[in-house]
């Protein structure tokens, strides 16, 4: 009888560990060797919503294994470019990218005035920035599929 109990507690253990580990392996967000293109500009005022063609520039962000990143603008044909580093970081449980630019920082769409932006997760399949709230335009990219 005591074997029969200790079996079905070293059950129960494993069972619990198991179940454990499961909810600790939540995939984390991932954009290594992805291409997020620009689908979407919204301006501060009602009605000021452009998709494809009609936004002001087309825009594209490819996230490089190595952790580095090139941004793309095209305004009317000239094709300007930029690159640097990304992480991702995490705040109030939104998973965010904090892209350092090293070149090319005139396409930074950023409020704080350094070399950085953010890019923050939404929907899973959906990047914004966060340029709007300083009256930039929201910008909204997804992710080409291969």
Do not use: H
Request: proline content about 1%; some cysteine.
């Amino acid at each position: 009888m005591e074997i029969r109990v200790l079996y079905s507690v070293l059950l129960m253990f494993m069972f619990i560990s198991c179940s454990n580990n499961e909810e600790e392996n939540i995939p984390v967000l991932d954009v290594n060797s992805q291409k997020w293109e620009l689908v979407k500009m919204t301006g501060s005022f009602t009605g000021t919503e452009t998709t494809g063609a009609d936004m002001e520039w087309q825009e594209y962000y490819i996230f490089n294994s190595n952790a580095t990143f090139i941004k793309s603008r095209d305004i009317g044909g000239e094709v300007k470019e930029a690159s640097g580093t990304y992480i991702t970081e995490t705040f109030n449980e939104q998973e965010y990218l904090e892209l350092t630019y090293s070149k090319g920082k005139e396409l930074i769409a950023s409020c704080s005035g350094n070399d950085k932006e953010q890019l923050f997760f939404s929907k899973g399949d959906v990047l914004k920035g966060n340029w709007n709230i300083c009256d930039g335009p929201e910008l909204e990219y997804k992710q080409l599929k291969k």
